[in-house]
């Protein structure tokens, strides 16, 4: 009984520890200067915003457009109800 406690137990731990995989996330820029909260690509995908913003953070109803080598590769209508605040500072 002591072994099939220990197996699961085991089991347990390694699927919680192989399922939990970190995704990096950054500020990321679009063409037109607008900022959101993304995953980073290694390839040379570009984003372009056509919405709202505040303080230049895409804010509210609008469509983020993914280019590739100038192709269009996904288009999405979007809303962003929550906006996290940022600070600017600017050193001399």
């Known amino acids: 009984m002591r072994k099939h406690i220990q197996f699961i137990l085991i089991l347990c731990i390694s ?3 192989s399922c939990s995989e970190v995704i990096h996330k ?3 820029t679009t063409q037109n200067d607008y900022l ?3 995953i980073p690509t ?3 995908v570009e984003y372009y915003w ?10 509210g109803e609008g469509i983020l457009t993914l280019y590739k080598n100038d192709s ?3 288009q999405k209508h979007i809303t962003v109800r929550c906006i ?3 600070a600017k ?4």
Not at 89 to 92: A, S
């Open 50 to 59: 056509e919405g709202k913003g505040f303080e230049q953070v895409i804010h």
């Open 26 to 28: 950054d500020w990321l």
């Open 84 to 86: 996290m605040l940022v």
């Open 15 to 17: 699927l919680l520890t």
């Open 42 to 44: 290694m390839d040379s």
């Open 72 to 74: 269009v590769i996904n």
């Open 89 to 92: 500072i600017h050193l001399p």
């Open 36 to 38: 959101f909260w993304g």
